[in-house]
């Protein structure tokens, strides 16, 4: 049997014990210790009266361990000053622990240089830097951008931006019903004229983790640089941007028990040599004069003004506290959570779990159920200390090619339970109960 995840989850939840009683179906060998759930004050508390919370929401963002914010706070109260400027004490304190952060940054995701890691304010910010200076200056009309339709906004829109700014065509690798790219258009889709693929390793939606090593070596095998959109894989699952065949690589801190305000591009040393700089002003300059300036050296080039200093230390402790854990074992978890969510949400009469089967998806689980709204059962669960999110999760044209205007979704982090899984498998059943149409009857459990 699972182990209680906290004796105050179950000590302030009555209905904790029906949360518990159905968890055969998950093999707590491959779960991490509750006893991990200690490290994050937030998840102590009580929401809407008595209901434990349950956070369920971190394709979103994720919670912090007291080991980041201690390092917020140590930063702020002994460290703090702004870097690569003074010559005092404290902006040397500042500056050594920033670009140690940036090392940890490099290593966790295998880059051969630091100075191939450019912080910025996360994933949007990083893929528009490279829309903006990569693809102003390597992308004219007649030329082509393949993307997936299961983006994110922020993987789509930059280029439909560059898209009318160049005259240049933008093409979208299909999916099949069940969520998956249909590698086989990539044939056709690549041409001579295709100049980037920019493609999520894992969708915000779906969960499908896609073949990004495989798009890679087909596209650079066109001519094309790849971009690959590490959002929601990043913080979840082991990556080496060299082994994926990665020339530029953007996520996010926040999505990693990191702070907001921080995220990452990597780019191949190459590329980011020879892109001219995106925002001008402090830092970034070799020199200036009245009429011109020359940009820093690399990474500097690319981090105009001042950057978000603190928080950046603070990823750096966020990277140390998830390899201290283990990206395996975060993985193996989440994905034993994930198996067993898909199972008992499939419990509930005509829910529809959007995506892959669970062997082929990251830890995150999206429905749609016959009645009512996405949006009513996210505040229903809520009602019931349960966080997740309901709406388009900025994949619209996705859930277009879907056939629906919404999902809702679940996702799971280190410091999620399988009790919490059953919190929200009875919770949904229990609002398809009460909004199923009248005269209706449950349809019959399968033998
Ligand atoms: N790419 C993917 C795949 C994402 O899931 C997100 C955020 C982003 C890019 C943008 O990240 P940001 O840190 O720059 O905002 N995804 C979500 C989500 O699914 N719900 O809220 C934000």
Not at 35 to 56: A, M, T, Y
Not at 236 to 255: I, M, Q, Y
Not at 406 to 419: D, E, G, H, P
């Amino acid at each position: 049997m699972w182990p209680i995840p906290n004796a105050k989850f179950a000590m302030t939840n009555p209905s904790s014990v029906i949360f518990m009683s159905s968890v055969a179906g998950i093999d707590s060998s491959k779960l991490l210790p509750a006893s991990l759930r200690e490290d994050f004050p937030i998840l102590e508390q009580l929401v809407h009266g008595d209901h434990p919370l349950v956070f369920l929401d971190n394709a979103a963002s994720t919670q912090r361990p007291r080991q980041v914010i201690d390092v917020l706070r140590r930063v702020y109260e002994h460290d703090y000053a702004n870097v690569h400027r003074g010559i005092h004490t404290l902006s040397e304190r500042s500056t050594e622990q920033y670009e140690a952060a940036r090392e940890k940054v490099r290593a966790f995701i295998g880059a051969e240089k630091s100075l191939e890691i450019v912080f910025t304010s996360g994933s949007t910010a990083g893929i528009n830097l490279v829309a903006r200076s990569w693809g102003d200056a390597n992308i004219k009309a007649g030329d082509e951008i393949l993307v997936t339709t299961m983006e994110h906004h922020s993987n789509l829109v930059p280029w439909q931006q560059l898209t009318e700014r160049s005259g240049a065509i933008l093409k979208h690798i299909p999916i099949t019903d069940d969520g998956e790219l249909v590698l086989d258009a990539l044939d056709s889709l690549l041409t001579k004229r295709t100049k980037l693929v920019a493609v999520a390793s894992v969708s915000n939606v779906l969960g499908t983790i896609n073949p990004v090593r495989e798009i890679a070596r087909r596209a650079h095998a066109a001519g094309a640089v790849v971009l690959v959109d590490a959002a929601q894989s990043v913080p979840h699952v082991p990556t080496n941007v060299r082994e994926l065949g990665a020339d530029f690589l953007a996520f996010s801190g926040h999505k990693m028990l990191g702070p907001t305000g921080i995220g990452v591009l990597y780019g191949r040393e190459e590329l980011l040599d020879a892109m001219p700089a995106f925002l001008g002003g402090g830092s970034m300059i070799n020199r200036v004069w009245p009429d011109r300036f020359t940009p820093a050296e690399l990474p500097a080039k690319f981090e105009a003004g001042t950057p978000p200093i603190a928080p950046a230390i603070a990823l750096g402790a966020a990277i140390d506290y998830l390899n201290l854990i283990g990206l395996e074992k975060i993985q193996q978890h989440e994905h034993e959570l994930c198996r067993y969510a898909y199972e008992r949400l499939l419990e509930v009469d005509g829910l529809r779990i959007l995506g892959p089967p669970p062997d082929r998806r990251a830890g995150l689980v999206s429905f749609t159920l016959p009645e009512p709204h996405p949006h009513d059962i996210a505040q229903l669960l809520d009602e019931e200390g349960i966080a997740v999110r309901a709406g388009h999760h900025c994949a619209w044209p996705l859930h277009d090619r879907l056939g629906i205007p919404a999902s809702t979704r679940a996702s799971f982090y280190l410091y999620n339970t399988a009790a919490e899984v059953d919190a929200l498998a009875e919770c949904v059943a229990k609002i398809r109960d009460r909004f199923r149409p009248r005269g209706r009857k449950r349809a019959p459990k399968p033998a």
